[in-house]
């Protein structure tokens, strides 16, 4: 349920960028409220390892290679962007972001190796084969799936936030609001001197 929700929140900020009424919409929330995106993306990656931590602590669902790859980008992305929160970094999207990318791509290929077994490039173990998958929702949800669309969603969120957060510009367009009108006195130099008023002949 959970990758569903995730496939369903990739796709609607993906149309929200592609549609200019979309983009003015995420353009308010974001300015309402400019912490969201990365906030969202922090619990993303924390509900996605503590997940994975439960399949294979609790379940005894035993990683493959490749899953331990996808550990290795997802885990230290719960403390990046958990750090940068209480911080209040808000350029850590261009750190995390490349992480979240990495895992992405590993995750996409999981995938196609589960399907397609005859593309694995890597020799994985006997007891964890990379093509072996411990169970299939809805016809196509396996973990890397699951995974994958973590980084995806995760990647769509940072992207928010680096474009229209604190730091972002809407795609370079710069920011709507104007700057308020500025009240500062004038220099003293500027100030014309009083004229003095004519003397009366003798």
């Known amino acids: 349920m959970l990758t569903l929700m ?4 990739i796709a609607a900020l993906v149309l929200s960028f592609a549609l200019p009424v979309g983009r003015a919409g995420l353009r308010e929330v974001v300015a309402v409220h400019p912490r969201a995106p990365l906030a969202l993306s922090w619990l993303v990656v924390l509900i996605a390892s503590l997940g994975s931590l439960y399949l294979s602590e609790v379940r005894q669902l035993e990683p493959c290679m490749l899953c331990w790859y996808q550990r290795i980008a997802m885990y230290p992305l719960v403390i990046v962007l958990g750090v940068a929160l209480l911080r209040r970094d ?4 261009m750190t995390a972001l490349p992480l979240a990318l990495i895992g992405g791509v590993t ?4 995938i196609l190796v589960q399907w397609m077994p005859s593309i694995e490039v890597t020799q994985c173990s006997t007891s ?12 196509f949800v396996t973990i890397p ?15 928010t936030h680096g474009w229209l957060g604190p730091t972002g510009n809407d ?8 700057s308020p009108p500025s009240h500062e006195a004038p220099p003293a130099d500027a100030v014309s001197p009083p004229e003095a008023p004519p003397s009366d002949p003798a």
């Open 6 to 9: 995730g496939l369903m929140g």
């Open 90 to 93: 808000v350029d850590v999207w």
């Open 107 to 110: 995750s996409i290929y999981h």
């Open 128 to 139: 964890a084969p990379c093509s072996l998958r411990y169970f299939v929702l809805y016809g």
């Open 145 to 159: 799936a699951m995974a994958g669309t973590a980084f995806l969603l995760t990647s769509a969120l940072l992207v």
């Open 171 to 178: 795609l370079g367009k710069g920011s709507t609001h104007a």
